[in-house]
């Protein structure tokens, strides 16, 4: 069946540290990845997605590369902000069958 | 164009209650789908519906229900409410068919049952 494994947290960093995610998946055929970030209080929005093998999804500084042959989607930052404390999500979607990872709590300290 | 909206926003019912939550998708989205969120279980799949059919169900006992209507607007039912019920109910909505389209998610419904 499909499913997502993702880092678990809680990660704190300080101001303008590199943020690495870590994503993993399991899926017959030919998943959908994506990246979500959910903001305290609010539902969950999408921050980038990645259709095909060695696709890159990027959006506001965050990329993450579709690795088909490490089954991985990993989010990465270079330069984390305090405004991107939140709770990030990995998800795949496969045959209508949409999954969520558990999700991981990114504290960024000024 | 409007985003996902779901109504209402907080509700606070007792224990044996019942509660229907209601979810208006993006205009032109027609597939529908529902989420339990906890602190502890996380984000948990409830069910999905298209074309005013369900299509795909969690694991979740009979007490949670749901029905799409032509319109493509869901409501979510839960019956005999229990405190472990107490989540924030997400509702998102997508272009159907295909795994190239995301979903995208209303600010949810926030159910305390005391």
Known sequence: GNSVTQMEGPV???EEAFLTINCTYTATGYPSLFWYVQYP????????????????GSNKGFEATYRKETTSF????????????????????????????AGTRLTVKP | KAGVTQTPRYL??????????????ISGHRSVSWYQQ?????LQFLFEYF???QRNKGNFPGRFSGRQFSNSRSEMNVSTLE????????????LPGGNNYEQYF?????????
């Open chain 1, 74 to 101: 990993h989010l990465e930052k270079g330069s984390v902000q305090v405004s991107d404390s939140a709770v990030y999500f990995c998800a795949l979607r496969n045959n209508n069958d949409m999954r969520f990872g």
């Open chain 1, 41 to 56: 209080g609010e539902g969950l929005q999408l921050l980038l997605k990645a259709t095909k093998a060695d696709d890159k």
């Open chain 2, 51 to 53: 074309s005013e059919t």
């Open chain 2, 83 to 94: 405190l472990g019920d107490s989540a924030l109910y997400l509702c998102a909505s997508s």
């Open chain 2, 106 to 114: 209303g600010p949810g419904t926030r159910l305390t049952v005391t």
């Open chain 2, 38 to 42: 906890t602190p502890g279980q996380g």
């Open chain 1, 12 to 14: 704190t960093l300080s």
């Open chain 2, 12 to 25: 606070i019912k007792t224990r044996g209650q019942q509660v229907t939550l209601s979810c208006s998708p």
